[in-house]
């Protein structure tokens, strides 16, 4: 039961264009949501991060878009740079039936900046 | 301040061997979160613990793993009587709130051969 889904597993896109990363959560308890990026052999590193009670948090190129009614995030990336080329996980944090604590993840999304 | 410390980076173990992963949180964090990534696939939660205190074992296998966070020293996650599909990489992450931005070390690939 994938509680976090990014749908698309790879995105490719133009250097200076707008990269657009999309996940989706089925769980309505979920209260906080992170993006994570993450180069090869390298750990995650923390991105950006949203609460629920707010639907836009932008830290210089990033901005993070939350809609609760429809259960979606997305994070936006302009102008890409060469360097956003990096593996991309959607992270949502909250009270879970099963378990005290539990970070669900993303499988992930894969951004390729072209030149 | 240095970040999340783990070793080995690359651990190969035998069918049948111990592994011993170690993880060194940032200085100040006391929750600590260890993480599987097998291949092509995303990151999964293994376990949440505290000083000398396992929060959260949910993500775990019943057997052949266990994880320790002593009052002195690294977390360590064991896995006895590794077998091929433990080959994964495993991240350690801490935070100094729970629930909230980790801060993940670079991992340990353990291949069993």
């Known amino acids: 039961d994938q509680q976090v889904k990014q749908n698309s597993p790879s995105l490719s896109v133009q250097e200076g264009r707008i990269s657009i990363l999309n996940c989706d959560y089925t769980?309505?308890?979920?209260?906080?949501f992170l993006w994570y990026k993450k180069y090869p052999a390298e750990g995650p590193t923390f991105l950006i991060s949203?609460?629920?009670i707010k639907d836009k948090n932008e830290d210089g190129r990033f901005t993070v878009f939350l809609n609760k009614s429809a259960k979606h995030l997305s994070l936006h990336i302009v102008p890409s740079q060469p360097g956003d080329s990096a593996v991309y996980f959607c992270?949502?944090?909250?009270?879970?039936?099963?378990?005290?604590?539990?970070?669900?993840w993303g499988a992930g999304t894969k951004l390729i900046i072209k030149p | 301040n240095a970040g999340v410390m783990q070793n080995p980076r690359h651990l190969v173990r035998r069918r049948g061997q111990e592994a011993r992963l170690r993880c060194s949180p940032m200085?100040?964090?006391?929750?600590v979160y260890w993480y599987r990534q097998l291949p092509e696939e995303g990151l999964k939660f293994m376990v949440y613990?505290?000083?000398?205190?396992?929060?959260?074992e949910s993500g775990m296998p019943k057997e052949r793993f266990s994880a320790e966070f002593p009052k002195e020293g690294p977390s360590i996650l064991r896995i006895q009587q590794v077998v091929r599909g433990d080959s994964a990489a495993y991240f350690c992450a801490s935070s100094p709130i729970r629930d909230r931005e980790a801060f993940f070390g670079q991992g340990t690939r353990l291949t069993v051969v």
């Open positions: 613990l505290q000083k000398e205190n396992i929060i959260d």
């Open positions: 949203i609460s629920s």
């Open positions: 992270a949502a944090s909250g009270p879970n039936m099963d378990s005290n604590y539990q970070l669900i």
């Open positions: 769980n309505s308890m979920f209260d906080y």
């Open positions: 200085k100040g964090h006391s929750h």
